[in-house]
């Protein structure tokens, strides 16, 4: 199961309130797109729509792929 929240984010550059998808969880099995976004790192990285000022966001996920049976995760403190 993918686990997505929509909030709302203030650009730290221009300030302009944007509306994003926060992936906490992703299951590439039922949502195949999202690999392609986590490979390409755009899944999970903040773009204002104003500004276009662009930025990783940082915080706790989990990859499910169940067809070749491992999990990953990804905290958020990386040591």
Known sequence: ???????????????KENE???YHTVNVDVDPDLRRKILDDSLN????R???FKCEL???????????KFV???PLTRK
């Open 1 to 15: 199961m993918t686990v997505v929240n929509f909030d709302i984010i203030n650009c730290p550059y221009c300030k």
């Open 58 to 68: 940082n915080f706790d996920f989990l990859y499910h792929d169940m067809k070749n």
């Open 20 to 22: 994003i998808p926060l």
């Open 50 to 52: 104003e500004c276009l």
């Open 45 to 48: 990285t903040f773009v204002c």
């Open 72 to 74: 990953l995760y990804f």
